[in-house]
């Protein structure tokens, strides 16, 4: 009876560890993930993370995305309207991006983001940066970083702070970076992945974002109009 004991207490130690290293897996995901899937996994981390659930999964492609008012790292404060195309003009829809300094895949696309903001606000359709974790948990992404990150890259778009956590979780955002196309009337024609290789810019095959954008320009439907966007988790406390 002592030995059957023991082999049950190994097989609930066994168990507990197995529990540990799935709850401590790395975040994000890599190029050999295919975008266009739509299933995620969950991550343990020191902070907590994002996941949505059935009742919180944010807008849906022909949803019509909520305004806002928050801080440019130049101190002064944007709602959509404030945002213009590279001409001036009023823009013909927003290619909002969730976004950060910290995360890894952030980072790596930040100079497409840059590219895709010089290419596309030129046809109309701006970038609007957003970054959305708590400085709290991430102090690399504070708004005095923001500041310092913005000036070091020379952002030409906007780079605002989600302060309190309040846009990202109606937009339904979980990823940093992650993407959603409005047309000009807010509402969402596009939303995921800027493209299909977060690892390799040079190895990039299908560009979704500038495809869909060309759709719209085109008076059609992007498609595809939603894929899986590849990123860090948002944090909050």
Known sequence: MKRVTGIYALLIIGLAVAFTSCNNAPEGGTSAIDPTATSSK?????????EK????????????????KLKNVDGEFYSLGDIKA???????????TF????????????????????KMSA??????AIQPNDPKAKAGDSFEAMQKRAKEKDLPYVYLIDEGQHIYPQYGAGRTPEIYLLDASLTLRYTGAIDDNSQDATK??????????AALEAGKDPDPSKTKAIGCSIKSL
């Open 42 to 50: 969950s991550e343990g981390e020191a902070v907590k993370v994002v």
């Open 53 to 68: 659930t059935e009742a919180q999964q944010g807008l849906s492609v022909g949803d019509k995305a909520p305004d806002f």
């Open 86 to 96: 590279a001409d001036g003009s009023d823009a013909k829809g927003y290619i909002v």
């Open 99 to 118: 976004t950060c300094n910290t995360c890894p895949y952030a980072v790596a696309y930040e100079d497409r983001i840059i590219e895709l903001h010089n």
């Open 123 to 128: 046809l109309g359709y701006p970038v609007v």
């Open 204 to 213: 990039v095959n299908k560009r979704y974002v500038e495809d869909a954008v």
